[in-house]
Each structure stands twice: as structure tokens, then as C-alpha cells.
């Protein structure tokens, strides 16, 4: 075992490396006083390499989760308690996003007015989402996350 166990907190585990400091930032990891691992281009048999956080004592709401599906998908989320895991799942993308991504279209009234941003998946299994306000399509990779 490379990285040590937690009595008690959140493993993020299967994160793609080239997104761990996308997640790090997102999560605002370097502003928790809470006790953190990071494993950073770890082997992995199905992805080949992989990241993982393990951050003790620290519980994701559904909406860090959502933030989190944006960022990173497909990641594996375990809630550890008394170093047991109690759930383990993949953190998926909803089908709605609300409130999580800027739209880049300068003249999209979410960039206008005082309101949150929609978005829809454009295909299950694609990287794409759509504004649903003025129709921009915004690849994942691209994404600028609400702040």
C-alpha cells in the first residue's frame, strides 16, 4: 500500500493526473486544516497512472460533489468511517448543472444579470454541455467553474 489509511474522512481516488491540481484547487485543499494525502501518478491497471486524495475528518456536500463530477468525472469517492469504507460510488455528472459553470458566451445573460447558469449535458458519454440560456456548447476540459 503506497499511500496510508484514514480512521475517518473521503478518499478521492481514480483521479486522472493531469486534473489532480484542477480538483486540489477546486476543493480549496490548501486552505483545509484537516490532515491530507496526496498520491500523485500512481500506477493503476485501468488507467495506467492515477491520483488520489485522501483527506481525513472531511465529508462532500452534493454540491462539491457536482463541482467535482465537472472537473474530474468518473472519479471514485469512498466515505471511510473507523477505516471502513461505508460507501464507496463514482461520482457522475448530473444532468443538470446549475450554478457550477460560467458560460463563456460574453453575451449570455447569466454574464449579464444577476442569475445562475444552467447547463445540460449535450450527450450521455460526451465531454460537451450546453448553456441552456443561449445554446454555447463548452467542452469539459474548458470549463471555468463558478466561484
Not at 481525513?56 to 466515505?79: M, R
Not at 473507523?82 to 444532468?95: F, L
Not at 444552467?118 to 469539459?140: H, M, Q, T, W
Request: aromatic fraction near 4%; include cysteine; charged fraction near 25%.
Amino acid at each position: 500500500m503506497m499511500v496510508a489509511a484514514i480512521e475517518n474522512g473521503t478518499v478521492l481516488d481514480h483521479i486522472p493526473s493531469d486534473r489532480l491540481f484542477d480538483v486540489v484547487s477546486m476543493l480549496h485543499l490548501d486552505k483545509m486544516g484537516n490532515a491530507i494525502t496526496i498520491g500523485y501518478n500512481l500506477k493503476s491497471a485501468v488507467m495506467g497512472r492515477k491520483s488520489i486524495i485522501k483527506i481525513a475528518g472531511k465529508y462532500f456536500t452534493d454540491e462539491e460533489l457536482n463541482q467535482l463530477s465537472v472537473v474530474a468525472p468518473n472519479i471514485t469517492l469512498c466515505v471511510i468511517k473507523d477505516y471502513e469504507i461505508i460507501e464507496k460510488r463514482t461520482v457522475v455528472m448530473p444532468e443538470e448543472l446549475v450554478g457550477i459553470v460560467m458560460c463563456p458566451n460574453p453575451k449570455c445573460i447569466t454574464n449579464n444579470e444577476p442569475m445562475k447558469t444552467r447547463f445540460r449535458s449535450v450527450a450521455p458519454g460526451k465531454d460537451i454541455i450546453r448553456c441552456c440560456y443561449c445554446n454555447k456548447d463548452v467542452e469539459l476540459n474548458d470549463v471555468r467553474i463558478v466561484e
